[in-house]
């Protein structure tokens, strides 16, 4: 591979990682409350649709509201890091 392909390949991988860093709050929080909302469905026999709903979303709210400053931070780092890289280049 050349090394604009080298370049491009670990471009695309620091930006996934970063994503998936990003996400990973919010995705464990809504993932432990839709098995704790499972688990109380089962136990009483209630297939309420928006009891399901209404939990995962008002957590993905508080959540994602609660770590929106961290996620700023890490956002801004990673494109001044990005911008900074692209100015080093020739």
Known sequence: MNL??????????????????LVSPPLAAVLLVGLVVSLI????????LTLG?????AVILLVTALTLPWMGARLSAYFVSNVAQAADRP
């Open 4 to 21: 604009t392909g080298d370049m491009v390949a670990l471009a695309a991988n620091r930006m996934l990682v970063e994503a998936l860093i």
């Open 41 to 48: 469905q089962v136990g009483t026999r209630m297939t309420d």
């Open 53 to 57: 709903f209404v939990p995962r979303f």
